[in-house]
DNA sequence: CACTATTGTTATATGAAATAACAAACGCGT
DNA sequence: ACGCGTTTGTTATTTCATATAACAATAGTG
């Protein structure tokens, strides 16, 4: 499962004005791009982009309910359902029973998750760091990132 | 199918500081937002974002066979297959044989290809000037466009 | 001419995301 | 305390995009 093959579309041959100007398509491409090289860097950790970002979620607040933690990511419950299964079954994630509602769980990184997310950091870092030095430097990165975010 | 809603994520309530200087994370944030843009001015056309570049591509390269233009837009040949048929039903593309090679399909837009372009294309004009008019000006546009390429 | 590669195609598998229905628990109003 | 709508987590199912496999027809090459 190591080192895809990157299919590299668009670069030649065709005349490819008309899509050049468009933002949407832009973004969609360099978006595919980078999480290409997300998958490629995270292969031998088994976890994917959206699961990076849920166990950042969960170390920034710990105890906090499911669904909140879905909510804040833009994951539909059912489908978070899945998400959390998996890090429980494999001992990084656990689920306790939340204060004062029988029915919510709340979400806490376990030691091993900690550990497992301070590998992850160690990895994405360096992926970062690649990308800011794609970029041509950090204030270039943070001019990328003002402008995702009036995107959004 | 009209004006669906968007289910903003990640807004508020939750401390979303260390996915906050993700480069990933906020370009798939805002990809997804400018998709959902999309999809919804282009619902009634019934077009969506890799359906108006295919469109695009034919018009800018007449004649080109069909792996051509699959391949520029990075979509596996298997799967344009559907598209092709797709806007052949509609009457908007015409698949003709190719000179000199009795396999391949020569990809063209029919007349009414080219008048239905016209009207995605100035649907999309408005879309594009809302972004632009959302990034602050052209020239944030021309640098967002630099640093999507130097990621992709 | 024999063999291999390419073109378009169908069928199928995989994976992400949306929807529907549900039981358990909550909380609100009366 | 009761009834009733709501929330939480869950399962099952659907939809959709993309990936893979196999194939017939044609092309090109030694």
């Known amino acids: 499962m190591s080192t895809d093959k990157l299919s590299r579309p668009g670069s030649h041959l065709l005349n490819a004005e ?5 933002v949407g398509y832009r973004l969609r491409r360099a978006q595919l791009s980078v999480f290409q090289r997300f998958l490629a860097v995270f292969d031998e950790l088994d976890l994917r ?3 990076y970002a849920m166990l950042l ?3 920034d607040n710990p105890g906090r309910r ?3 933690i879905a909510d804040a990511l833009g994951i539909k419950h ?3 359902v899945g998400l959390v299964q998996g890090f429980d079954g494999r001992g990084l994630i656990e689920r306790r029973p939340a204060a004062g509602d029988r029915r919510a ?3 806490y990184l376990t030691p091993e998750g900690s550990a497992f997310l301070a590998r992850a950091h160690e990895v994405h870092d360096r992926l970062e760091a690649s990308m800011v030095a794609a970029l041509g430097g950090e204030s270039e990165r943070d001019i990328l ?3 995702l975010d009036r995107l959004s």
């Open 66 to 68: 499911q669904n909140e």
């Open 18 to 22: 008309s899509t050049s100007g468009i």
């Open 49 to 51: 982009p959206a699961e």
């Open 57 to 59: 979620l969960i170390a």
């Open 78 to 80: 059912a489908n978070f």
């Open 145 to 147: 990132l003002g402008l």
């Open 105 to 107: 769980k709340a979400l």
